[in-house]
């Protein structure tokens, strides 16, 4: 790296492991190449992904960049050959690349021109960073995956949780009923988001709460997905997100006639228009747990690993 090549702060894991392996460090900035544009970051987006990560290597998924992070708002500083939607000084908010890391965590991130969207005009950028990986999880596994229709019901576990909260008000804006699960602490909260019923797990076991459900999503994992088939009805969707392992037997499914899967979310432009369209009718807002500066992701990712968050942690990049 000469001393004329431009740098940027970014936060890289120096080995795999905990939060302390997170270090800062210089490193060239990126340059856009064809149908790319250059975003100059403002806000990050912290998800589970990114400490499981950081704790394991990232599932091999390192191809592009060494530094973490895949949710970015930010201002498109440049813009690659073809491209066509935007242009420097454009507002925008996306997940690009993802399961490949974006490299969020740092000043700059470069990707596919059409793996972002408009940042909503009713947020700001630390709210916007919030919402692509959460948002479009939720947005994907309801309408795309379990084809959510107005009237049936939904219940979704950890429902206070990053993709849980946006995935309640999504559910509720297609015109659902929506069950949560949730601590009591929480309850009150979710019901201003738009939550029909709420069990506390702590007190409650859910499989005896509630029945003849058309869709759960299961953010958990464990037991919670092979306990879910009993409060299905047949023909209804469990939506896994944590991770295959977490997927009931097909057998178990088949006996309860029930549709189970693993889902993975997608970059998808227009899944974030979709999402941006939301917040700006009053719809869909992110709630915020924690903000913490690029110089604080280990702490942020201490708080994330405690999994008592409610809603989404954003470290601020733009100094």
């Excluded at 998924?61 to 440049?78: C, H, I, K, N, Q």
């Excluded at 009713?122 to 990986?133: F, I, K, M, R, T």
């Excluded at 297609?174 to 009591?184: K, L, M, N, P």
């Amino acid at each position: 790296m000469s001393e004329t090549t431009p740098t940027m702060r970014a936060i890289t894991p120096v080995a795999w492991g905990g939060p302390d392996v997170l270090t800062e460090v210089r490193l060239p900035r990126p340059t856009p190449g064809p149908t790319e544009i250059l975003v100059r970051v403002h806000a990050a987006g912290v998800n589970p992904v990114d400490w499981k990560s950081r704790a394991t290597g990232g599932f091999g998924m390192w191809a592009r960049t060494p530094v973490l992070g895949y949710d970015v708002s930010g201002v498109v500083e440049a813009v690659g050959l073809g491209v066509t939607l935007y242009a420097p000084g454009d507002e925008v908010f996306g997940m690009p690349e993802f399961p490949r890391q974006a490299g969020g965590y740092a000043e700059y991130v470069t990707g596919p021109a059409r793996h972002f969207a408009r940042k909503p005009a009713a947020l700001d950028h630390v709210q916007s960073a919030a919402l692509p990986l959460a948002a479009l999880t939720a947005l994907q596994s309801l309408t795309g995956t379990a084809g959510l229709r107005a009237g049936q019901r939904v219940l979704i576990h950890a429902a206070a949780g990053g993709v849980g909260h946006l995935a309640v008000q999504i559910a509720k804006a297609r015109g659902a009923y929506v069950i949560g699960t949730a601590r009591e602490a929480k309850h009150a909260r979710l019901r201003e988001l738009g939550a029909d019923e709420l069990i506390d797990y702590t007190r409650t076991d859910f499989t005896g709460a509630v029945q003849d459900v058309d869709v759960v999503m299961d953010a958990v994992g464990g037991d919670y997905g092979a306990r879910s088939l009993r409060v299905l009805r047949p023909g209804g969707t469990l939506i896994t997100l944590p991770s295959p392992d977490a997927v009931p037997p097909a057998a178990e499914a088949a006996r309860a006639g029930v549709r189970t899967g693993f889902t993975l979310v997608e970059p998808d432009c227009a899944g974030l228009q979709e999402i941006a369209a939301l917040v700006d009718a009053g719809k869909l807002r992110p709630e915020i747990d924690t903000v913490l500066p690029l110089a604080e992701a280990a702490k942020a990712h201490e708080v994330g690993e405690t999994g008592r968050t409610t809603g989404k942690i954003v470290l601020s990049v733009l100094a």
